[in-house]
C-alpha cells in the first residue's frame, strides 16, 4: 500500500526541497501566502485586522499566538521579523537549517511588500554551488518577500547560517515601507545583505534573479576563465564544487576580477552584528 503524504505537508504542497543539497534548484519552492511552518507541514495562516499574533492558523477561530503558546514557543511579538530574498523563504530549507542544529522547526511564514528593494544575484558562488539571491536598493522597485517571525534560538541558528557572505540589516519602514498582508504597515523587519555585492555582467546595472541552469549557463558564457574552473555546464559546475570545497572562494574571486561585482554599502551602512558562524552557507 502506497502512503500518501498528508494535505499540508511540505512534500505534498511541494515546498520540501531543500537548496543546501539540491543547489540547481535553489532557491526552493517558495512560501505563496502566509503559513506556519510546523514540522513537516505548512498550515493556513488567515490574516485578519491587528497584529500577527491574532491571526487565525488552521481553523477559524485559533489564533497563531494561542497555538504557539500550547507549544510552549515564544508569541509573535517576542518574535523578530526577518524577510528572505532566496532559500529563506523556502519551507524546506527553512526546516533543514533549524532541525539539523536541533531546534524546533515552527516558524509564522508571510509574504510581505516592500517598496525601495529590488533582489539581484549575489556576487559570490555558494559552498554548496548556487550563486544566491541578494537585494539592493531600488526605490521604484516593489518587492514581495516572504518574512519570517524567528524566536531568539532561531534568528541565532539562521544568524549563523548566513554570517560567512552576508550581513543581517535593520529594514525600517519610514524608509523602505512594508504592508503585511491584512494591509497593515509592519514597522521593522530584517533582511540578509551581500558583503560582496550585487552580480553586474555590465558593471553597471544588476543583474536580473533567474533559475540556476540559466544563470550558471549565462556565467560560463561570459567567462573562458571560469569555464575553465566550474564548465563546461551548470551540473559540472556543482559537481566541482563538491570535488573541491576552494573552487567557490576562487569562483569568487573571479566575479570581482571581472568587475561583475557592485558594492552594496548604503544596505551594509544598516547591518547589525552577529557571531561568527561554526557551519556557514
Not at 503559513?35 to 497584529?51: A, F, I, N, S, T
Not at 524577510?83 to 539539523?100: D, I, W
Not at 560582496?196 to 546595472?205: A, E, Q
Request: charged letters at 20%; proline letters at 12%; hydrophobic letters at 40%.
Amino acid at each position: 500500500m502506497v502512503t500518501r503524504p498528508r494535505p499540508r505537508s511540505l512534500e505534498a504542497l511541494g515546498l520540501d526541497a531543500i537548496a543546501a543539497q539540491q543547489p540547481l534548484g535553489y532557491p526552493g519552492g517558495q512560501v505563496p501566502e502566509p503559513g506556519l511552518l510546523h514540522r513537516d507541514e505548512l498550515l493556513p495562516l488567515r490574516p485578519l485586522p491587528g497584529p500577527v499574533g491574532r491571526w487565525h492558523v488552521d481553523t477559524p477561530g485559533r489564533r497563531l499566538d494561542d497555538m504557539l503558546a500550547e507549544l510552549e514557543l515564544a508569541p509573535v511579538a517576542e518574535r523578530v521579523p526577518v524577510m528572505a530574498v532566496g532559500s529563506n523563504g523556502s519551507p524546506g530549507q527553512v526546516r533543514h537549517k533549524l532541525t539539523s542544529v536541533g531546534l524546533t522547526a515552527t516558524v509564522p511564514m508571510v509574504p510581505v511588500r516592500v517598496t525601495g528593494i529590488a533582489v539581484g544575484v549575489s556576487a559570490h558562488v555558494s559552498v554548496h554551488g548556487y550563486v544566491s539571491a541578494s537585494p539592493y536598493p531600488d526605490g521604484s522597485r516593489e518587492s514581495t518577500l516572504v518574512t519570517s517571525w524567528l524566536d531568539a534560538d532561531q534568528l541565532s541558528a539562521i544568524d549563523a547560517s548566513e554570517a560567512l557572505n552576508f550581513r543581517r540589516i535593520k529594514v525600517a519602514c519610514d524608509r523602505f515601507p512594508l504592508r503585511l498582508p491584512n494591509g497593515a504597515r509592519l514597522p521593522v523587519a530584517y533582511l540578509y545583505a551581500n558583503i560582496h555585492g550585487v552580480l553586474s555582467l555590465d558593471g553597471r546595472s544588476p543583474h536580473p534573479t533567474t533559475d540556476q541552469h540559466t544563470l550558471l549557463s549565462e556565467l560560463l558564457a561570459a567567462s573562458p576563465r571560469l569555464r575553465e574552473l566550474l564548465g563546461p555546464d551548470p551540473r559540472s559546475w556543482v559537481e566541482r564544487v563538491s570535488a573541491d570545497p576552494t573552487t567557490p572562494a576562487e569562483a569568487t574571486r573571479l566575479f570581482k576580477a571581472h568587475g561583475w561585482a557592485l558594492p552594496q554599502p548604503e544596505l551594509l551602512s544598516h547591518q547589525i552584528p552577529f557571531a561568527k558562524p561554526a557551519d556557514p552557507r
